[in-house]
């Protein structure tokens, strides 16, 4: 299955086929355990029922709570880092599955989905170990639907590639909790404020401002999964925001959903 894959340490690893150019798997891993970069033959639909994870490819860093999925395509290089204890459900894709499927041009490239209740029950139903083909062949394309439909990118950190910027991307990520001077990091990478703010937007999509408020963000994702009792009301302070309230409305900019109920739902 793997072309390349760094040992893990798995709980536990179940495996289903299907048949016809589909398999799943079912691995419950441990926080701190990091997969890395490695790639498969087929294509993927990562999901994780319970806990988070953070996915990691050349274009950028997606964080993945359990409300999201990520879809890698074949023989992309990729890591994951998981930041809470996850139940990782697993479905693998042929090639050719897919090419039967007319989906391919449609799934060239990574994205993370937010699992809608009909995405989310479709994929635990595969893994209830009943062994009905026509059942199995109804869930999954139940499942190819509905992530057809719900691409979103509001967890997704955009990585520069051109190496100035980049240099300036790694600097925040390093301590995205402070408040980073856009002529600061100009200075240190050797060139103007102006254009490493025309870096960002041509690389990234995203202002320098916006990218940071992401990162941020996808601090706090971080450290919620990984500390369950930590007070919302305090991560926000430690993150630099002038209210909680502030904090509350940039993180439901992000995620779609304010920290306490994403707290409440791990």
Known sequence: MSIAETPIAAIRASHFATGDGIHLVARNYRKGVRLGTHMHREAQLVYAAKGTMQVTTPKG????PPDRAVWVPARLEHSIDVLADIQMRTLYFDLAWLAREHRSRSLEAEFVVRVSRLLHESILALFDGRDEPGRTD?????????????????TFIPLPHE???????????ADP?????????????GTSARTLSRLFS???????????????????????????????K??????GYASFPAFSHAFRQVTGKTPTEFAEEK
């Not at 394309?141 to 990118?153: C, I, W």
């Not at 041509?202 to 408020?213: G, I």
């Open 61 to 64: 860093r997606w964080l993945v």
């Open 177 to 189: 909790t402070e408040t980073h001077d856009i002529a600061d990091l100009a200075r240190e990478v």
């Open 234 to 239: 305090q991560l926000a302070a430690d993150l």
């Open 138 to 154: 109804l869930l999954i394309r139940l499942a190819m639907l509905e992530l057809h439909q719900a691409e979103d990118p509001a």
């Open 163 to 173: 190496p100035r910027c980049r240099r300036a991307a790694e600097l925040v990520l």
């Open 202 to 232: 041509a690389e990234t999509q995203l202002s320098f401002k916006s990218w940071c408020q992401r990162a941020r963000i996808a601090t706090a994702i971080e450290r919620l999964s990984m500390y369950p009792n930590l007070s919302v």
